[in-house]
């Protein structure tokens, strides 16, 4: 099992949704990184990322990774939040019959999963239909 | 740049290889390629294996299978780039003969992936994925590629019965691979009525774990030539990478690594998708054969599942894809799948492949995938 260094030093963007903005193209890195992907400048300010965004896609677990089996079905989907930047995460408090591509969400913090007996539980964001 | 040639080409049946080890399924397998090839000793080998410490445990294998091979000591290098590591081990290997540094090398893929329970082997194909941002939150391989299908679906109108024709048509090439791990067909029902892994993907639209090792034997052309060899030449290779995280894509349905390596092949080949006669691609999930024939221009975007509908791909169709079975019917020991492909065009641009040939190829191409599309390998062959 690992220890909990890992799960703990990505609290920034697990917790608050940290990323940073390039100053040169604007482009934002989630999770925030050295160089810009796009146009490979160094120079960024610290930015958080919206709360609110769109289903582009979605689908439901349904044979889960070990971590994840008292939780399944549940669905999983790549959201475009209102700032552009897309994430994955899990869709919770939902009917699956009723999701839809383009339908908005917001993201609220939840639990993940926990990490065997005695390990942490892992907290993380996840998607609500509004 | 020296002309680069295939001259011997080995691989053993596929399946749950249980009475195996991972090194005494390499070593048969070499065999058969060195003996193909007409030699016993190399100068070097690469070895493509995805995850052999989170499947047997095992690490450092270039060398421990180098010392079963009785090589050492030979240089041996492992190669990985999750389900392309084969397709890597094939470059790395072209580029140092056609570089003049070594002559005979042998290239490899394996993976035994049988030896840990299903949630093992989950755990370690989802380490392809980006293990901080995708598997944290719950997403699977198979969720991976029902994302794609499911946006897929969405902008192009694909069908659900479209993506279940993939799989039949692979399997029914399978059924004629004795070599394959389920060499049988399938019908469009027991997809659609197979269990469901992740909407709309079900068990029978993935590829399954498979143990099972490829090799094959590369020289410079001129050499082949003096051992009157048949001789198969690479004539191009590409590489691209791309974000691993699929959510980082501009596009959930284009996968732009498979089109920049194809690009990158068809430029060094001096070829066109048009003169593509045979194709194996990296059907890892039916949707990835769809998203994969798009990306490499031999159909249009957006219209892979109705060329699958419409039997472009089949057997005896215009630019026939994964004649060999796929990963889908062949199986996937995901580090030797890249390796396998380059063995069915091989051994159809041969006229070795049975029941299976398609008449008279000159030209194929091998197209090998990593992780929901981060890397490509692809490889151009032509019959000389």
């Known amino acids: 099992m690992s220890t909990p260094s890992r799960f703990w030093r990505e609290i920034p963007q697990r917790y608050r949704l940290e990323a940073n903005k390039c100053k040169r193209c604007g482009y934002i890195s989630f999770p925030p990184r050295l160089i810009c992907p796009q146009c490979q400048n160094r120079e960024f300010k610290e930015t958080k990322l919206a709360d609110k965004g769109k289903i582009l896609t979605f689908t439901v677990i349904r044979v889960p990774p070990q971590q994840f089996v008292d939780q399944a079905p549940y669905a999983v989907g790549i959201v475009e939040l209102d700032d552009g930047v897309k994430l994955t995460g899990q869709i919770v408090d939902c009917d699956f019959e009723n999701l839809k591509i383009g339908q908005k969400v917001k993201i609220e913090f939840r639990k993940i999963f926990d990490a065997g007996e005695a390990g942490i539980l892992c907290y993380g964001y996840k998607f609500v239909p509004e | ?384």
């Open chain 2, 1 to 384: 740049m020296r002309e680069v040639a295939v001259i011997g080409v080995g691989m053993t049946k596929w399946g749950e290889l249980w009475e195996k080890s991972l090194r005494n399924i390499f070593v048969e397998t070499a065999l058969l390629a060195l003996d193909d090839a007409g030699v016993d000793k190399i100068d070097s080998m690469y070895v493509g294996s995805m995850s052999s410490g989170l499947f047997v445990g095992q690490e450092h294998i270039a060398s421990l299978l180098a010392d079963y091979l009785g090589q050492v000591p030979v240089p041996s290098a492992r190669v990985e780039t999750a389900c392309a590591s084969g397709g890597l081990a094939l470059r790395l290997g072209f580029m140092e003969v056609a570089s003049g540094m070594s002559d005979v090398v042998l290239v490899s893929g394996i993976e035994k992936m049988t030896d840990v329970s299903g949630y093992e082997a989950t755990y370690a194909l989802g380490t392809a994925a980006d293990q901080e941002y995708e598997g944290y939150h719950g997403i699977t391989f198979p969720g991976l590629y029902a994302l794609m299908a499911r946006a897929h679906m969405e902008k192009y109108g694909t069908t659900r019965e479209q993506l279940a024709l993939v799989a039949v048509k692979n399997h029914l090439n399978g059924s004629k691979n004795p070599l394959a791990q389920y060499p049988f067909e399938i019908t469009v029902d027991s997809v659609l009525n197979s269990v469901m892994v992740a909407d709309p993907l079900r068990v029978l639209d993935c590829s399954p774990i498979t143990d099972g090792a490829a090799a094959v034997i590369l020289c410079p052309v001129e050499m082949a030539r003096k051992m009157k060899k048949p001789i198969v030449k690479i004539t191009g290779s590409g590489h691209a990478t791309d974000s691993i995280s699929l959510s980082s894509r501009k596009d959930i349905t284009w996968i732009e690594a498979t089109y920049q390596a194809g690009k990158r092949a068809y430029a060094m080949a001096n070829k066109k998708p048009e003169d593509i006669d045979i194709l194996e691609v990296h059907d890892c999930f039916t949707i990835a054969e769809i998203c994969v024939i798009e990306a490499l221009g031999i159909v249009e975007k957006g219209k892979g599942g109705k060329a699958v509908e419409d039997e472009v791909t089949y057997l005896e169709g215009k630019i026939p894809v994964n004649t060999s079975g796929g990963l889908k019917a062949k199986g996937h020991p995901v580090g030797a799948t890249g390796v396998a492909q380059v063995i069915e065009i091989v051994k159809q641009l041969r006229g070795e492949a049975g029941k299976r040939q398609v008449k008279n190829p000159k030209v194929g191409m091998a197209q090998n995938m990593g992780g929901s599309g981060g890397s490509t390998v692809v490889h151009i062959f032509e019959k000389e």
